[in-house]
């Protein structure tokens, strides 16, 4: 029978990929040529944003399908989209801040489609006693973390450049502002519910000030070009997961809760902060994916030039569904 394999990347596998892929800006990797090998490899962060993969894999859907696919469990960020330029992995979900970031460095980086979106996992943390009209520091992680908190002072009337802006991770982010050393954060759970608990208080979630995010599937197009009917067929079983979570959520956190070892309700509360589905790039993905280009390429954060236009596979969906 074909199995379905699940395996763990690294922190230092991840680094050393990380640094091929800024050292080099390769687009195709030496040790792995494109190839129309059946083995897809999916690389994901160990999050419940990667539920329908969690569930395709633990229920057996990319068996049923005739699928032979390895669930490759990252540090998540801009790793998994690492891999897949890496030739370790063939396909990776990424969010769109971070997928276009590397794409800058990575022309040969395509987007298949959209696995999820929600514009409230992300959610706005301030402490005790802190106004949003008083605001002074805030607790900032790089990639989607800057850009949510630059939209977010700037529908206060704040001006981003006055307010002090602390480099973090998201686990530090509690801390420092039980401690005092930042006013607020945005970011999602765990870290939310640890400040909650802590005594700090959800403000807003990014949907109050018009703020969303999206994950998508990525692929090398060399590789695309030699395999794109299977991974039409991958992305189909992943668009049927995540069908099966938006009806019943607590056969995702089952699946998250065997994949990566989490709480199931836990699992649960955070998958219904996310809207799960399995569609094509809309004009609204390209219009805010040219914002985040614009803006990051604005904060220097682009290694280079990228189009949404030209990397956003608009309509792939469509042509690969039956």
Same mark, same amino acid.
């Given at each position: 029978?074909?199995?379905?394999?699940?395996?763990? !990347?690294?922190?230092?596998?991840?680094?050393?990929?990380?640094?091929?892929?800024?050292?080099?800006?390769?687009?195709?990797?030496?040790?792995?040529?494109?190839?129309?090998?059946?083995? &897809?490899?999916?690389?994901?962060?160990?999050?419940?944003?990667?539920?329908?993969?969690?569930?395709?894999?633990?229920?057996?859907?990319?068996?049923?399908?005739?699928?032979?696919?390895?669930?490759?469990?990252?540090?998540?960020?801009?790793?998994? %989209?690492?891999?897949?330029?890496?030739?370790?992995?063939?396909?990776?979900?990424? %969010?769109?801040?971070?997928?276009?970031?590397?794409?800058?460095?990575?022309?040969?980086?395509?987007?298949?489609? *959209?696995?999820?979106?929600?514009?409230?996992?992300?959610?706005?943390?301030?402490?005790?006693?802190?106004?949003?009209?008083? +605001?002074?520091?805030?607790? &900032?992680?790089?990639?989607?973390?800057?850009?949510?908190?630059?939209?977010?002072?700037?529908?206060?009337?704040?001006?981003?450049?006055?307010?002090?802006?602390?480099?973090?991770?998201?686990?530090?982010?509690? !801390? #420092? #502002?039980?401690?005092? =050393?930042?006013?607020?954060?945005?970011?999602?759970?765990?870290?939310?519910?640890? !400040?909650?608990?802590?005594?700090?208080?959800? &403000?807003?979630?990014?949907?109050?000030?018009?703020?969303?995010?999206?994950?998508? +599937?990525?692929?090398?197009?060399?590789?695309? =070009? !030699?395999? =794109?009917?299977?991974?039409?067929?991958?992305?189909?079983?992943?668009?049927?997961?995540?069908?099966?979570?938006?009806?019943?959520?607590?056969?995702?956190?089952? %699946?998250?809760?065997?994949?990566?070892?989490?709480?199931? %309700?836990?699992?649960?509360?955070?998958?219904?902060?996310?809207?799960?589905?399995?569609?094509?790039?809309?004009?609204?993905?390209?219009?805010?994916?040219?914002?985040?280009?614009?803006?990051?390429?604005?904060?220097?954060?682009?290694?280079?030039? *990228? =189009?949404?236009?030209?990397?956003?596979?608009?309509?792939?969906?469509?042509?690969?569904?039956?």
């Amino acid at each position: 029978m074909i199995s379905t394999r699940k395996r763990w !990347a690294t922190g230092a596998t991840v680094a050393a990929l990380s640094v091929l892929v800024v050292a080099t800006g390769c687009t195709r990797p030496a040790t792995q040529e494109a190839t129309g090998t059946s083995l &897809v490899r999916i690389a994901v962060g160990v999050d419940p944003s990667y539920a329908p993969l969690f569930l395709a894999d633990h229920e057996g859907m990319f068996d049923a399908a005739g699928l032979d696919v390895e669930i490759v469990q990252t540090e998540g960020g801009a790793a998994g %989209a690492q891999n897949v330029v890496a030739g370790t992995s063939e396909m990776s979900g990424n %969010a769109d801040s971070t997928a276009l970031t590397v794409m800058a460095a990575n022309p040969q980086l395509r987007a298949l489609g *959209v696995f999820q979106d929600s514009d409230r996992y992300f959610q706005v943390v301030l402490r005790d006693g802190v106004q949003p009209k008083d +605001i002074k520091t805030m607790g &900032v992680f790089p990639g989607i973390g800057v850009y949510f908190t630059d939209l977010y002072l700037r529908s206060l009337g704040l001006d981003p450049a006055t307010i002090e802006i602390v480099s973090t991770s998201p686990p530090e982010q509690p !801390a #420092l #502002l039980a401690r005092g =050393d930042i006013d607020g954060f945005v970011s999602f759970d765990p870290w939310v519910a640890q !400040a909650e608990a802590d005594g700090s208080s959800v &403000v807003a979630t990014t949907g109050d000030f018009g703020a969303e995010y999206s994950q998508w +599937i990525l692929a090398r197009e060399d590789w695309l =070009d !030699a395999n =794109d009917e299977l991974a039409g067929k991958v992305f189909a079983v992943i668009a049927d997961a995540s069908e099966i979570i938006q009806e019943d959520p607590d056969r995702a956190a089952a %699946a998250i809760a065997a994949e990566i070892q989490m709480d199931p %309700a836990e699992a649960r509360d955070r998958v219904t902060q996310i809207d799960f589905t399995g569609r094509d790039f809309s004009e609204d993905d390209l219009t805010r994916s040219r914002s985040l280009v614009d803006f990051f390429t604005q904060q220097g954060s682009m290694a280079g030039p *990228v =189009d949404p236009d030209e990397v956003l596979l608009t309509g792939w969906v469509s042509d690969h569904r039956e």
